[in-house]
Structures are given as C-alpha cells and as structure tokens.
C-alpha cells in the first residue's frame, strides 16, 4: 500500500507541474492521500515512540516545505503538516475520558479550523479524513468518506474530481476486511520518509530551471 501511495502521488504531481492537460494523471492521484492519511492511522497505533513519530513528522514536513513551494508556485503548508496536525489530534482525544465526549468534538473541530487558518494542504478535509479511519470501522469508513467528500464538493471547498479518493477507502477496507492476512512488501523505511520531499524538490528544480532558462 506504500509503493501505491508513493506511485499515485508522484503521478499526481507529474501532472500538475508538467502535464496540466491531461486530466487522468490528476484523477489517478485521487489515489495517495487517502492512503497517507490511513498509514498515518496505522504507525499511530503501532509506533512504539509517539514523540519520535511527531519529530519525524516535523523533519519531513519543513524539509518538503520550499521544495514544495518552488515545485507548484504556490504558498499553502504542504500535506505533511496536515499528517502531523491529525496525529496530535489523535494523542489528545485519547487522552480524554470518553464520558467528556463534547470535549472530544471540540477539539477536533479546533484543530479542523486551525489546518484551515494554516491553509495546510487538504485542510479540515483531512483532518476529518483522518479521524475517520481512527475510528469508523470496516465499510462504514467507506460511506463516511464519501459523505465528507460529498459535502465539500457541495459547499465548493473541493473540485469534482476528488470523488475518486472514495476508490482509496474501498480499497482499504477490502484489504483489511476480506484479506487481512495478505501482507506486501514495504519500501525501506528511508525511501518511504525521504520520497515526499525529495521527488518534489526534483520536480522543484525542473520548474523553476525552466522559469529561468536554464532548462
């Protein structure tokens, strides 16, 4: 699930800095940030060291940040800033007694505006995406992803487009809930970490060597 994580990501990329035409490369993309937000959801639950999780973020987040930038000429906070908001939502809320509940639906609506202000990359959409594979179980992940993505399509805060992400979640949940003890091969740790922000600085140096001439 990394490796298609990674794959459909830098598709997406490809073809938003270089192919804006070609629609397909966009919709294949629809793909990865599902799956981020899920893996994000599974290393939660299985790190052994939250606080070493939330500094790699961190690292991964501000050295994609001017590659990022420079890459898509644009200043938002990039995706990974929404993966570390989400996890320190995920150690609070459970932190929280379950009787204080409306406590638990204020803080996330808190940190759901603050990916908002910040103009973090997703925004409330992923934060929310987030809380629904930490706590939906089986297919309702699926009918809840497409209610979120539904709604903010509805309310303009999303293209059409991102109606295909809801493939991601199908695919997730046959896989956790049909074959559960099917397991594939992972990429090495330090091409999993090192991908986000080194294909964009890459495609970053392309983009900007053809602004100046010097491609």
Request: charge should be positive.
């Amino acid at each position: 699930m990394q490796w298609l994580a990674m794959i459909t990501m830098l598709i997406d990329h490809l073809g938003y800095a270089f192919f804006s035409d070609e629609r397909y490369m966009r919709i294949i993309g629809r793909i990865a940030f599902p799956i981020y937000c899920y893996l994000l959801v599974v290393g939660y639950r299985h790190t052994r060291n939250v606080n070493k999780y939330l500094i790699r973020l961190m690292v991964i987040a501000l050295l994609s940040q001017f590659p990022f930038m420079f890459a898509f000429n644009i200043t938002n906070l990039n995706v990974v800033f929404t993966l570390l908001i989400g996890l320190l939502l995920m150690i609070l809320l459970d932190r929280i007694p379950s009787r204080l509940f409306p406590i638990s639906i204020l803080l996330a609506a808190a940190f759901s505006l603050l990916a908002e202000v910040l103009h973090t990359d997703y925004g409330a959409y992923g934060i929310l995406l987030i809380l629904i594979y930490r706590y939906m179980p089986g297919y309702m992940m699926v009918l809840a992803h497409f209610a979120l993505t539904l709604i903010f399509i509805l309310t303009g805060h999303m293209s059409l487009i991102q109606v295909y992400s809801i493939f991601s979640t199908l695919l997730i949940t046959a896989s956790t809930e049909l074959r559960p003890d099917v397991r594939f091969a992972a990429p090495p740790r330090w091409l999993w970490r090192a991908f986000y922000p080194a294909h964009l600085a890459v495609i970053a140096i392309i983009v900007q060597g053809s602004i100046h001439g010097y491609f």
